[in-house]
């Protein structure tokens, strides 16, 4: 069963919009949030990532928030350029010692940016 | 080299028949993950080696599915009897310490698997 759920599966914006992306999960286990971005053909790329102790993270266009509370947390893509184009995955991690590299992906999310 | 690399990039076999997918980690990776991504699904975890043992085999689908790491280097992951569910993209990731939270794994482009 997928530990991260993951919303919309695809998103039309134009060309200067805001992309958001949408991910929950229910394991509190879960210490660290990464988003990925792939390409068609190619493996996917670490985009951005966020701990818990903090509520959001900015990376030039990119921002992360976090709900703690809601176990829940969004990928923004400001300003969106055909460019971003790709497929976002978000991710968990556990904390604990056996299971740190053990991400758990969501379903993954196209993102079409029309000029 | 200067990333993670997979052959073969694409592998066409015959239902039953035996595969090996190897994975070359970025140099100096202690880690090494395996995941399979199936047509519009997201990232499955298989299994991961922190050098040459695999302290998680959990995600591993069935006793078809095997892989070892040597030197604490290169991997194969083999998978025996291939059926039509099998097809799919086999992504391998390394990063340099699996028992560091934030090390971020970076992926190889995959070998895609089709399995007539």
């Known amino acids: 069963q997928q530990q991260v759920k993951q919303s919309p599966q695809s998103l039309i914006v134009q060309k200067g919009g805001i992309s958001i992306i949408n991910c929950a999960y229910e394991?509190?286990?879960?210490?660290?949030f990464p988003w990925y971005q792939q390409f068609p053909g190619k493996g996917p790329a670490l985009l951005i990532a966020i701990r818990p102790d903090v509520s959001e993270k900015k990376e030039g266009r990119f921002t992360i928030s976090f709900n703690k509370s809601a176990k829940q947390f969004s990928l923004h893509i400001m300003d969106s350029q055909p460019g971003d184009s790709a497929t976002y995955f978000c991710?968990?991690?556990?904390?604990?010692?056996?299971?740190?590299?053990?991400?758990?992906f969501g379903a993954g999310t196209q993102v079409v940016v029309t000029p | 080299g200067a990333g993670v690399s997979q052959s073969p990039s694409n592998k066409v076999t015959e239902k039953g028949k035996d595969v090996e997918l190897r994975c070359d980690p970025i140099?100096?990776?202690?880690?090494l993950y395996w995941y399979r991504q199936s047509l519009g699904q997201g990232l499955e975890f298989l299994i991961y080696?922190?050098?040459?043992?695999?302290?998680?085999k959990s995600g591993l689908p069935s006793d078809r599915f095997s892989a070892e790491r040597t030197g604490g280097s290169v991997s194969t992951l083999t998978i025996q009897r291939t059926q039509q569910e099998d097809s799919a993209v086999y992504l391998c990731?390394?990063?340099?310490?699996?028992?560091?939270?934030?090390?971020?794994?970076?992926f190889g482009p995959g070998t895609r698997l089709l399995v007539l």
């Open positions: 080696f922190q050098g040459n043992s695999a302290p998680d």
């Open positions: 991710a968990a991690s556990p904390v604990l010692t056996d299971s740190w590299g053990k991400l758990q």
């Open positions: 990731a390394s990063s340099l310490d699996s028992r560091v939270i934030q090390e971020t794994q970076y």
């Open positions: 394991n509190t286990a879960f210490d660290y």
């Open positions: 140099s100096g990776h202690t880690a």
